[in-house]
């Protein structure tokens, strides 16, 4: 047990799932060629002027509704000053004393159980507009940087926690569940190798003293480009502090905030270079936009359309399905569609617990083999359904069912058509009881032994009459076995 | 209020001016003279009066999310002063933040 | 009379009848502007050919029996701080010198789709901050009423070329008084139109909170006719507003019978020249001959306009001009020598030992910026960009930009109580006639305090007119201003135009023709190599 309290708070940008940037009609399409998708207002040129993208601002809020945000009845828009050269304008408009949500959570939980569930503070939640791509050029010696502007203008919602989150893996469950949310509100892919999501973290330790608890400096944590560099780099920066603190016993407000970048390569932090002045932003009013003001109605209409949360459905099918809470969130994190297609499965099947299974094992493993989504799974959720509820009702072995099912994904057909091209024909009663009459006439060992009431020895029967019959269900062979026997005089 | 010199290279920095001596020595003093002049300003009881950033009073102006054709990119880098076939180009900027 | 003596509308009505050609009205103001522009310097740039090229169309399309736009061949010139797709829009500045914008400003947009003739791109104080175009980096534009003056600014050569007959109609912007005050020292009609009744998309910002496109002619009645075409609704300007355009031509000829004049106390105290003043009040009592009345109103806030406008306007010229940087468009350092210098710089410090020299030293980056703006801008947008960055910055927001912002919120409570006394304010535009040229080059303070009456409507977003109102003993125009509610444009053209029907200041031209020498250059002003393009 370490002797402090890893203290963690996060900054997130995701970008809007918009066809237009916040103020100018260019594309966001993203891995266009360079300074493709630029136009005199998004290369901040004399006399441009920002009009604000509606679709923009709606999805903004719905994510700041569905994550408990306070919304405030007006909002509006401030410069940003600062000079580089991804951003043309040399100022960003953003939003920093009215932004357009405050003071919400999002709930955490862990169904290993890493950490208790827990709601982590929203400090705020912003619209803003990102900046373009700067890229190092080390061609023939040169050291240039080349400017790329496609992304400028790209609209960005800024997502502030509170310093509620207490470990790594609490952070990265947080990441993991607004993505969830945002995926789910269709407000935005949160794709960090594009670049759709981007986190920076702050973190401290509360280390505890005999002398009580004490804070250490502030680090800001930058360039984490996974969850799990997010959460490797936390792990790393809280050891790192806690050395640093036992070397010097520097406590919060003793040297300035340190800025630090995370090293995939070399697994580490290093510092970043940074200036006081450059942290005077000199924000003030976006002259050149208006506030939106929101009325309580529109606010409502919105809060309408936000539909099933990932949080909420979890919920559900936990109390529908009477599956675990495990399950329910291995099904949720695979996003609506999946969760759609198990609650056909469940509904065509009869069996939740039993859906859930066959969704998880069988049909994940396919989608994460194949790298496709459930929609490009080649088996409908009512054919799966069809072939769970025969193994449910006995009609089928679960080894059997499987492969059938691989011969459904491989060729499209139904169960049944399946079942007919391997040969599968329903083998009727009478027939049946032929076969196991003859077995028991072939074999008097085992009916001495069934007599004795040694009735494990009725698995022999069960597997010659596979092997004479495969298409035989093996429980009806056992159960007219034992039946047979116990009528012989 | 007066400004120092030294205020003043802080602002020139921040403001990306490189001043000379001359410069410097003059913007002091000229900045100085009007800032002692806006200092009229404080007579004035602002205690309950909401700032005013915008003649207008005019909300929710928005347009759709529809995309427009973009600049050629020949076009939109026709006025950079460096450019490659591709790109803006600048002295590298690794490791600034 | 000579083509180029009369006024845009009776220019226009000569056209619409044919019995003149626009081809043939163009040339006249462009031989106007050979013959006399060297000795003015109103145009930075003039091309005759393109001129003439959109004259001929207009003439065939009239010709042709086609429907031809509002202007009807009309040439206006435009102040140079007005994109014009693919030609150079320089806004005075070193910075833009070779800047071509890929698009047109909307008011660009609505003038050729109304027919009008580009005539030319006219000089100003570099991004419009000054008030005497003494801040062009390119030429040095004077009063065509006295060489050795200044035209006002910040558009200067846009009034003179009126002035001089170069032009019948001008297209300015007016951020604290911009269009007003150069009319005035110049004698021409100049409107500042209310903040959102014309679009700013493709004006080159200066203060956007302020900032507006206004047309200057010679009468009311032409300022009339060039508004009509450039108000409106503008999608791509979030700050233009949905309220419909009156025709603005017609209904000129109302009475100003009734109509309250409030003559602004503040703007008739110490400091106004006794001849402007006498020049005012004459013209006041012309309105009570019409029928008017006219009483004292108070706006008491007057005295901190000034002030309060120069934290606002910097603040937000500090923001607006941070995008002149040498990387996306403009000027650039030269590159090499610049890190020469810096590469230099720092060997000296590490031979020193100077480690806190060395850790301050800017990067190449920084270097690249800091070199490139302060050879780009002029002194006077230097001062202002620090300015409003010190306004802005931590620890004296609050003290400046902020106590700005309230006191502008009294200024415009100030005229929303005068406005339920009076229909329009009156008083001067300007404390005095015309200052020559170098007055006032080394003192900002009192350029800046020139601004007085002006900066006023600016801040509350109002729309104000400057119409000649008589002359100094020395043959210098004088300017009255009228003021008016928001998107009461209509009641200042009524009442210019109803006073330029009893006066005669308004036809007056300068003594051009007698081929005047120009007046003492003052030091320090530059002409520049490109100055004149083709004339």
Known sequence: MVPYDVIIGLEVHVQLLTQSKMFCGCSTRFGAPPNTQTCPVCIGMPGTLPVMNRKAFELALKAALALNCEIPRLTKWDRKNYYYPDLPKGYQISQYDLPLSRNGFLEIRDPKGQFAPKRVGILRAHLEEDAGKSMHDERAGKADSRIDLNRAGTPLLEIVTAPDLRSPAEAKAFLAELKLLLNYLEVSDCNMQEGSLRVDANVNLHVHTPQGTVATPIVEVKNMNSFRAVERALAYEAQRQFE????????????????RGWDESRQATFEQRSKEESSDYRYFPEPDLVPVVLSPEEIARLRASLGELPAALRRRLEETYAISAYDSDVLVNQGR?????????????????????????????????????????????????????RVRQGELETSRAREVLARMVQTGQSADQALAAMGFRPVDDQELRRLCEELLAANPKIVADLKAGRLKAVGGLVGQAKKRNPNVNPARVQQLCLELVAHMP | MAI?????????????????????EQMTVQLGAILQYMDLLAEVNTEHVEPMAHPLEITNVFRGDEVCESLAREAALANAPHRDEECYRVPAVLGET | MPLWDATATELLARLETGEVSSVAVTEAYLDRIAALDDRVGAFLRVDRQAALAQAERIDQKRRSGQPVGRLGGLPVAIKDVLCVQGEPTTCASRMLADFRPPYDATVVARLRSADAVLLGKTNMDEFAMGGSTENSAFRLTRNPWDLGRVPGGSSGGAAACVAAGMAPLSMGSDTGGSVRQPAALCGV?????????????????????????????????????LLEVLAGYDPADSTSVQVPVP???????????????????????AGLDSQVEA?????????????????WVSLPHSKYAVATYYLIAPSEASSNLARYDGVHFGYRTDERKMLAELE????????????????????ALVRLYRKTRSEGFGPEVKRRIMLGTYALSAGYYDAYYLKALKVRRLIREDYQRAFEQVDVLAGPVTPTAAFALGAKVHDPLAMYLFDLYTVGTNLAGLPGISVPCGFTAEGLPIG????????EEQRLLCAAHRFQQATDWHTRRPPLEAGAAGGPVPPGSQQGPDAHGTV
Not at chain 1, 244 to 259: N, S
Not at chain 3, 195 to 213: H, I, P, T, W
Request: net charge negative; charged share 25%; aromatic share 6%.
């Open chain 3, 189 to 225: 009609t100049g409107l500042k139109p209310t903040y959102g009744r014309v679009s700013r998309y493709g004006l080159v910002a200066f203060a956007s909170s302020l900032d507006q496109v206004g047309p200057l002619a010679r009468t009311a009645q032409d300022v009339a006719l």
């Open chain 2, 4 to 24: 120092s010199r030294a205020e003043v290279e802080k602002v020139a920095l921040l403001a990306r001016l490189l001043l000379s001596e001359a410069e410097l």
């Open chain 1, 244 to 259: 640093v603190w036992q070397a010097t016993g520097k406590r919060l407000g003793e040297v300035p905030k340190q800025t």
């Open chain 3, 480 to 487: 009255l201003h009228l003021q008016a509610p928001a998107f």
């Open chain 3, 247 to 269: 025709r603005y031509t017609e209904g000129l000829d109302r009475p100003v019978e009734g109509l309250r004049i409030g003559m602004v106390r503040e703007h008739f105290e």
């Open chain 1, 337 to 389: 569609a999946l969760v759609d297609y198990f609650v056909a499965v469940a509904e065509a099947s009869g069996d939740g617990k039993l859906a859930a299974n066959w969704v998880q094992q069988d049909v994940l493993r396919v989608l994460n083999e194949r790298q496709i989504t459930i929609e490009a799974y080649p088996v409908s959720a009512e054919a799966l359904g069809a072939l769970v509820r």
């Open chain 3, 279 to 295: 020049a005012v009040r004459e013209a006041l009592r012309v309105f009570e001959s019409l029928g008017a009345t006219c009483t």
């Open chain 3, 344 to 363: 230099a710089q720092r060997r000296k410090l590490t031979e020193a030992g100077d480690q806190a020299g060395l850790d301050a030293l800017d990067t």
